[in-house]
């Protein structure tokens, strides 16, 4: 099962973590800023952190 939101800007990020269940996949930040599960997609982000 592919992640969800793909165009989201969590997904460059390092502090996004994806969570499995047995029927979806959510996008979990561990930014402790921003709350754990925000509205997706994500466009901007004050937090966003790219991978070097
Ligand atoms: S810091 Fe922002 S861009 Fe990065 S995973 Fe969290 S919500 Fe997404």
Do not use: G, W
């Amino acid at each position: 099962m592919p992640p969800p939101f793909p165009t989201s800007l969590c997904h460059r990020c390092v502090n996004l973590r994806l969570v499995e269940s047995k029927t979806s996949i959510f996008l979990m930040c561990r930014d402790p800023a921003i709350p754990k599960y925000v509205p997706q997609p994500v466009r901007a982000c004050v937090r966003f952190a790219p991978y070097a």
